[in-house]
């Protein structure tokens, strides 16, 4: 008891006493995915929020350690379902880097369309769900309905609806090559994609109801993002233009926009993702304009022992965070973070102030995707 | 007929309960569901997220040691007759988290989902295609409307 009382006296100097506590989770209606949220709550305002995650730990590094590398690097995809194949790019980006490994051009534009494709179609699941928890399911149909369309382009090319990662040490999977019908399929499928989405977004934007309902909720401040050290889209939405696209070196070739909303807000967050759909078809349709010839697989390296080598990509949620060393062709020190972890602290915070029943907007607006968030942590103040 | 399988026959209520796997076979029964593509909702399949008004429990994800018991409420909560569709690799042995140990026993991961509570349909796949999803329901369903 004492010790209580002296870890809490420690956490908050002023003691406040707030009635009523919300708690939702593990597995709740609203929330598809296991997770738990408490909130504080007073007059029907969420005075405090806290998320707690942890029921999906899986232990994927501590199964990674000692693999041989490329099985390793395969089960990286494993770790997330919506964001696989960048996973297993990245992981296999820190094995390139380690052993100096060339990757081919045309390898790195099939990676470059693999990963615009994957962000539109998660862009497309954040805003049907996004339109799920707002109440407005017309318009999470319409979505799923163009998301279909994504879904059916990265079967082609992956082979698999899910679980379609591309990369391989030294290029892509043989399967992933793309030849001229399959270039045709995904020229028609963007056409679809961008006359679709310009579709919704007029009709998004025109609707007075779903205007209403989600401006000025779920403020993030530029000062509290940097903060709580948001990423992603959630970042941009408050006004920072930080987009690791732009120091990726295989993003180089291509033209496309930072996209950036002031208001840190449901619909600045919305509205980000929405204008991302069109910068993604623009980088794609690029990418298939001018794809390099020649082969799609360097598989002239060997291995050898790494120090710990760290990579760093844009992923559509934010930045990920790969890192391991290799020793005896086995990976070793395994440590992923993934986006939705830094942004936890940014839903937690945007609960704060708003009414109860926004509180789920609040943290949906944020994107989060806790089934692949849940890993060992320490937070280190600096 | 007795009244509720009369009626069950008309509206069967799904339940999806995560328990631990990579979200990709759980969007895609919630897409094959919902979305207008495969659209389970015109065969009077709808998609819940209560317990005591599901008939089917669909099942993902290897079931980690902290989500057994949620798991195991869950399903007592669900009136009977009911029946649980297991759908994934991870639902149906435990997928790449647990097998992937070979002889040493994984510490995170309770499942397969059989080893926690009864499974009527098993849907294989990493990830489950929607079709598979829609066909595994289906095959639970006269356990459903033949109970008493
Ligand atoms: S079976 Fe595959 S897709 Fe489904 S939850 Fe497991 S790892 Fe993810």
Redesign the pocket.
Known sequence: MNDDNKINNNKSTKETIIETEVAMGVVHPAALEPYRVRLFVEDEIVKDAEITIGVNHRGIERIMEGLPVEKANSLTE?VC?ICSNSHIWNSVMVAEKGLGIEVPDRAQYIRVIMGELERLHSHFLYLAHGNEVLGHETFSMRLFYIRETVMELLRMIGGNR??YGAPIIGGVRPRCELNSKRIQKIKEGMDFVEEKAINFADRFVSDPMIMSRITGVGVISRKDALRLAASGPTLRATGVARDLRTDMECYDPFDFDVITQDDGDVKSNLLVRVLEIFESVKIIRQALKDLPEGRITNRSWEMADTPIIKSYIEVPRGTLYHSYRIEEGRTRNVIIRTPSMSNIGAMEHACIGNHITDAQLAIVQCDPCF?CTDRAIKIIEL | MSLKSYSRARAVHVMLVYT???????I?IVNCILSPKFDAEQYKVFLTWNPREADVLVV???VTKHNEKPLKEIYKAIPEPKAVVA??????MG???KNIHGEIPSEEIAGPVEEVIPVAAKVP????RPEDVLSGVVAALPLLLNAK
Do not use: F, H, S
């Open positions: 494993k379902g899910v679980q089934t | 631990g796997g990579c979200n990709g076979c759980d895609e993902t994800g290897p759908a994934g690799a991870c639902a149906l997928g790449v988290y796949g990493c990830a489950v």
